[in-house]
Every structure is written in C-alpha cells, then in structure tokens.
C-alpha cells in the first residue's frame, strides 16, 4: 500500500454544522468550523438529560398503573384469542417515559483578526487532526486542532512566522449557564442540563426540557486554559490575546454525570462539590498547557497508533494524499477511492467517538449541537447502535468496542428488575431505546405504537455484538470476564419469555413484533402484534447457541447448558414463504408496507450467521430482492452487508453508489420515515436521512470489509463479493475470526497475495477460500503464513 497518511480536505470554512469536521477523543467531540471566526461545537459525552434514578422511578410508576406479569397472561390470552385491540391496549400500559437526550454543551468561538480569504480545512484521518494554514495579513500562520485522550482535553495550537496573532476567544453555551469566570489565563463556563427532557420527534411531549431539583445536581463545567508568547487579558465575556506568534489553547469538560458513568457504585458523584468538579476541569486544561506543543501532539500521535488506527483500505489502489471532499469523494469519478474514503471515514469516526472508559458511541456519535436532537440522539438499540460496533472487531478496533460493552453492563443492572417486575422472568432485559443511565422500560408514555415501542429483544441483539469481539479476537479472558456474565443473563431472560404453543409443543414469543414494521391483518388493517416473529427465533436461536459454546469454551459445569439444549430442541424453524422468500412473521401475511426500511429477519443472515442453505439463501436474497434499493443511510449499510454476505457483488455496489449520492436537499426538514424520499452523504460525509445519523457511516465500513473477507464456520474467504468495477487494490489489518488478521491484495479481480497473522498467541489450522479453490495454512502463534494467488 502506498505510504502516507489520508487527508480530507474542505476548500472554505464552515458555514453550518454539517459542513464542520468532526474530533473526538470518545469523552468530547469537537466539530470544527475553521475561517477568521472558527466556531468549535463541542460536546461531552456524559452530558444528557436525566439522572441516575430515572430508569428506577419510570419502572415504580409503570406497575402502579397496573402493568406487571398479570396483566402480560391477559395480553398473551387477547393476542391467542385474536384481539389485537385489546392487547395493544393492555401493552401501552407497559410503557414508561421516553429515554433521555443527548445534549450540546458549549461553543468555542477563536476570532482571529486580520484573516486573509477563506483558509482550508484538512482533515487526517490517520493522526485524527485538522490543519488550516492561514494568511494573516500577510504572514504565514497554522491553526492546528485535535482532541486528546492523554491529555483529555481539546486543544488548539496556532504559529505563526511573526508576532501577528491577535485573537479573541469566547465560550458560550445552549444550556442553562450557572456561572462564568474569565481572567487572562483563560475561561470556566458552568452549566446545568435539564433533568428532563421531551423528543423532537413527540411534539405534544411538554415541557422540551424540564429543569428541576429531583435529588441530582446536574452541572458540568468547561475549562478553557491559553498559553502564548503574547500578552492576555479580560475585555467582558471574552478573553483577548494580542501580539503572539504561538498559541496554545487546551478546553477540557468534567460533570457530575461523568463521575456517575465513571463509577455508578463509588461516592464521587453522589459527594462531589461543584468546586470540585470544576477543579477536575480545570486542573486537567492547565496540565496540558504544562507541556510543550510538540509533547502533547506526540502524546497524541503514539495514543492513536496503539489504540484507533484499525484496517486501512486501498481500493482502488489509492489511498495516501490530500483528497478534496467535493470534487474527489462527493462528486468524483475515482469509485475505487470513493469507497476507500467512506470504509476509512466510518472507521475513523468510530475511533473518535468510542473510546475505553467512555459511554458508547450513540445515534450522532459523539457529536450533537441540537437541544432536542433528532431521535434524542439516544441509543436505538433495535439495529442503530448494533450497526455502529458491526465494525469494531472487523476491522480492529478493540479499544473503541469496550464502550458498548460498559453499555450492556449498565442495561444489566436497570434490566433485571424490569425482567422480573415487569415480566416475571430471570435475567436482564432491554427494548427499544436506552440512554447513559440504562434506560430498559419500553418507551412511548402509553400511546407509542407497539410496533417500535414492545420489542423485548433490543438487550439481546446488542449481546450478540459482544460475542462478535470475542469470536474475532479469540481472547478467553473477554469471554469469561465480559461476555458470558452479560450473555447467561440474556439467555435467562428469553428462557422464561419463551412460553409453550398449546398446538405444537414447541416454544414460541408471544406478544411478539418485528422491530418497526406492520403486515395486514384479516380486516384489512395494519397490525403489529403476532407471535414468534422470525426476528425473535433467529436472535434466541443463535444466543443459546453461543451460550452453551461460551459454557463449552470456558469448561463450565453450567445446568444452563440443559435448559439451552432442550429449548433449542423447540424453537422453530426459519422458514420459507409460499412467495419464496424469508418469511418475517411466523405465518403468510402481506406486507403493509412492501419496501420496508427494517429488514429485521435477515438478521439471521448478517450479523447472523444462521443462513446455512442455499434453499434459505435463495430465500434471503428473494426478500432483499422484495424490499428493493436503498432509502436511508442505515438502511443502505445493511442491505450492502447483507448482499456481500450473499456474494451479491453487483447487487452491492449498486447499493453503495446509491449511498454515496450528495444529499442536496435541506438537511433541517427531515424527511418521512417511509423512505419515499432518500438520504446520501452531507458535505462533511455523515450520512443522513435526514436527519444525521451516524449509524450509517460505521455500517459502511463494515459492509465494504464483508465485501472483502468473510469467515465463517472456520472458513476464511478472500474477495467473497468483490464487484468487478474494483479489479485491483489492497487491504491491510482486517480481522476474520478465531484471533487472525489479514493483509489482502488483488490484481484483475484475482487474489494477488495474503498473509493471515496470529493475534491471539496461539497455532491456527485455516481453510482459505479463494479464485474458487480452498489452501489449508497451518500458522503457528505470534507467527504468520502466505499466500500467493
């Protein structure tokens, strides 16, 4: 692969929020503006709404209104005897308030005086900095900006060839502002975040956001510390330099809810003064100004490489070099490096909003300016957040995976009493949404329509992620440590959701929907509710499956082991559809809506792997065929990740074209969910609907490696689904399962070489599938083997 790092370029500065280049250092994300007058928007990823005991309360409040194992026997009786309406009802009932919404936190505004035009802004996407060279009235200068894990904060680096920089830097905020303190060594901004906050997406939701003393002090702080060779000094609001040559600004951010996430069972957040947790922030912005410029971007540089570099993509064959977004990316003929930058975006965002010790990537990232942003930028956690890890382990990124797995802890400990409370089961369970506190009630405040709001297997979907990263890495120690605590629990929940059907003895789900879609119902009318909607069968199918080899991988003497069996033994099978596609519900029904952006069953297909024959592969792909071209960015990645799982290459680059279309429209005015109007790439490539979400940039990257290498069944395969229009290129870093990582070239649609390593530190016997033949490698551990096409 030629050397060099890959660099986005934007021509001008920003003028709106999705023009601005995102950082991240997983803890805060800065979208970067650039220009005389950069504005930084800057979010902490600990700032939501809510507080630690909403989840507690919603649930106390939901069974005094009567919800409870009772009434699901009288729900389960209406859906046996056909009353759909009554069940609905009975079901709204199991409804609490909505999740809690992902704020903005503050704007950081650098006017630079005396800015020449309208400087560049380059984005490298392999050492996560934005560079702007800057004419200053005629001497050279560079704004560099990354954000620093080391150093934990965000940081801002100006020279210049003279003493011309004169610049006034201000900090503002869209929340309730408590206090501000400004001197010449720099800034603090406090704020509140309300204790409450109401969906765009529910108009009728009132008040947007409530501010209240409900035992949990909401505050956070900015910390804005300045170092330079000028003079400082306090004008108002802001905090003026005048006369430097270098500058060094360092923002870091510390809130309540941080120490909460931080260490829900310690005394910090409970204990903790305001002072004190404006202190944190300030002590660690004055710490980064303790060490040069130089020092804090090496820290930065070797932080990067050992923890979010991940696979590089060369499709194409270029990749190294400075590509201008526009010309290049949005609107290039190159598709080769067209797809090579959108595998290397997904895979970079991730990086930047995902990080160890943080909360989890959520519908924006990291990166949010709204008050009430789109579907609260919360976690939707029925495909959106499992599509933002699919590339975690595929493409290397370890570190940035733990998050989701500190999410499913925290759903492990709000799940369990709405499991037994709620539904008179064991284990833990999630639906819909959730939120930094562990949201696990279904959501909608009575009146959300069961068809998105009652599904009770969001928890168990994202389990299935955490078994991927073990599966890829092949480290016992995740398993025993991390997964299977979080994967019994799961299993014992759907053990007791699982209820006989009196017709045939097997075990069915009941209420049971297919996440956000509706068939036509006997009347004519749409209806949500059925039972074992295949979605359900296929994700308990596979979660006992892994359970009971967890059980067998770790040597455990588990009596769950002969539960899992028998229930396995009962379970239905997927099944085939007099049309000849998959069926999605568990009997023949129409679709209300032919074209549906879900595509829910095929989750047995990708990320499942439960697709084994070529009768249920011919199925799959016939229901794909049924659902159409892409509608939205989320939807787009999946459907490309399930046609390379098919080997569909044409079909799948179709798909990709499709997504990688300029989104030219008004990106404020969201569009319906039907997806009769689609999305594309905004000028700052997140993918969009409207509205953002970024779940489509992850899923991406993940969909264009499937392309690339599979394995399966101790299988690797190379070039699985590679479109003919992309006859060279290479990939290095890629990972296949069993702990091994690939290095991938091709000439002429052919395997040119690959080298399969061992990262797990153990022997590997591989069958490699290629050009239609099968070579077996033996690898020995810390070691690698080649192979030549």
């Not at 201000?170 to 501000?180: C, E, F, H, I």
């Not at 901004?189 to 009728?204: I, K, S, T, Y």
């Not at 890890?389 to 990124?397: E, F, H, K, N």
Request: aromatic share 6%.
């Amino acid at each position: 692969m030629t050397t060099g790092n890959l660099r986005l370029s934007w021509a001008a500065p920003a003028t709106d929020w999705v023009e601005a280049v995102p950082l991240g250092n997983g803890r805060i994300g800065a979208m970067v503006f650039g220009g005389a007058r950069a504005r930084i928007q800057v979010n902490d990823a600990t700032l939501w709404s809510g507080h630690p005991a909403g989840p507690a309360q919603a649930l106390d409040a939901v069974l005094a209104a009567g919800a409870g194992p009772a009434r699901l026997a009288e729900v389960r009786a209406a859906i046996d005897g056909a009353d759909l309406r009554r069940a609905e009802a009975l079901l709204m009932t199991f409804e609490g308030p909505y999740s809690q919404e992902f704020l903005p936190f503050v704007d950081l505004v650098l006017d630079t005086r005396g800015v020449r035009g309208a400087p560049a802004r380059v984005l490298d996407l392999d050492e996560s900095h934005v560079t702007e060279r800057l004419d200053v009235e005629g001497t050279r200068a560079t704004r560099r900006t990354f954000v620093s894990a080391p150093a934990g904060c965000l940081v801002v680096e100006y020279t210049a060839d003279g003493p011309v920089l004169d610049v006034d830097v201000a900090l503002s905020t869209p929340l309730r502002a408590v206090g501000r303190e400004v001197d010449g060594a720099g800034i603090t901004l406090d704020v509140v975040a309300p204790a409450d906050g109401a969906p765009l997406h529910e108009p009728g939701v009132e008040p947007a956001h409530r501010y209240a003393d409900d035992g949990f002090d909401h505050f956070a702080t900015a910390a804005l510390a300045v170092h330079s060779d000028g003079t400082h000094g306090r004008d108002g609001d802001l905090l003026r330099v005048r006369g430097a040559s270098r500058l060094l600004i360092a923002l870091s951010t510390s809130s309540r809810a941080g120490l909460w996430w931080d260490d829900p069972d310690g005394d910090d957040w409970r204990t903790s003064s305001r002072e004190e947790i404006r202190e944190r922030a300030r002590s660690t912005a004055r710490a980064a100004l303790g060490r040069s410029t130089d020092e804090l971007f090496a820290a930065h540089l070797a932080d990067i490489r050992d923890h979010v570099t991940g696979a590089r993509f060369a499709i194409g064959g270029r990749r190294a070099g400075t590509w201008d977004v526009a010309r290049d990316v949005l609107r290039g003929t190159d598709e080769g490096l067209r797809a090579t930058v959108v595998a290397e975006y997904g895979r970079y965002l991730l990086g930047a909003s995902s990080r160890a010790g943080g909360p989890a990537a959520n519908l924006q990232g990291i990166w949010n300016q709204e008050l009430r942003p789109p579907w609260s930028s919360n976690y939707t956690i029925n495909i959106n957040t499992q599509m933002n890890y699919w590339p975690a382990p595929v493409v290397g990124l370890s570190d940035p995976g733990e998050p989701l797995a500190a999410l499913v802890r925290r759903l492990a400990r709000t799940g369990p009493d709405v499991a037994a409370r709620l539904y008179g089961a064991r284990g833990w369970v999630a639906h819909h949404n959730s939120d930094l506190w562990g949201w696990s009630l279904p959501v909608g405040l009575g009146h959300g329509a069961p068809s998105w709001a009652i599904w009770q297997l969001g928890g168990v979907w994202l389990v299935h992620n955490l078994w991927d990263a073990y599966e890829f890495s092949g480290d016992r120690r995740l398993l025993g440590d991390t997964v299977w605590p979080l994967l019994r629990g799961a299993a014992l929940f759907c053990l007791d959701w699982l209820v006989a059907d009196p017709t045939t003895g097997g075990l069915r789900t009941i209420p049971s929907t297919s996440p956000e879609n509706l068939y036509v119902g006997p009347d004519g009318r749409p209806e949500a509710l059925t039972v074992s909607a295949t979605a359900d069968i296929a994700l308990i199918r596979a979660l006992f499956a892994r359970a009971r080899t967890a059980i067998a991988d770790l040597g455990l003497d588990d009596p769950l082991d002969a539960d899992l069996a028998a229930a396995l033994d009962r379970l239905p099978a997927l099944t085939v559809g007099a049309d000849g596609r998959l069926r999605e519900w568990s009997t023949d029904v129409a679709d209300e809506d032919p074209h549906h952006r879900h595509l829910s069953p095929l989750v047995a297909l990708y990320p499942l792997d439960l697709v084994d024959t070529p009768e249920l592969a011919d199925a799959a792909r016939r229901f794909l065929d049924g659902r159409g071209p892409g509608a939205m960015g989320w939807s787009w990645a999946w459907k490309i990740a399930l046609r390379a799982r098919l080997g569909d290459a044409t079909e799948a680059r179709a798909l990709l074209l499709e997504a990688m279309t300029p989104f030219d429209r008004d990106h404020r005015e969201h569009s319906p969910v039907d997806g009769s109007e689609w999305g594309g790439l905004l000028p700052n490539l997140f993918s969009t609907h409207p509205p953002v979400q970024l779940d489509g940039n992850y899923g991406f990257t993940a969909a264009i490696a499937e392309l690339l290498v599979q394995s399966h069944r101790g299988r690797v395969e190379l070039l699985p689904a590679l479109p003919p229009q992309w006859p060279h290129g290479r990939v290095t870093g890629l990972r296949v399962r069993g702990g091994l990582e690939v290095d991938l070239s091709w000439v002429d649609g052919a395997v040119a070489s690959a080298v399969l390593r061992d990262v797990r530190g153990a022997p590997h016997h591989v069958v490699v599938a290629h050009d239609g033949r099968l070579s077996e490698l033996d690898i020995p551990a810390g070691g690698e083997a080649s192979l030549i096409g």
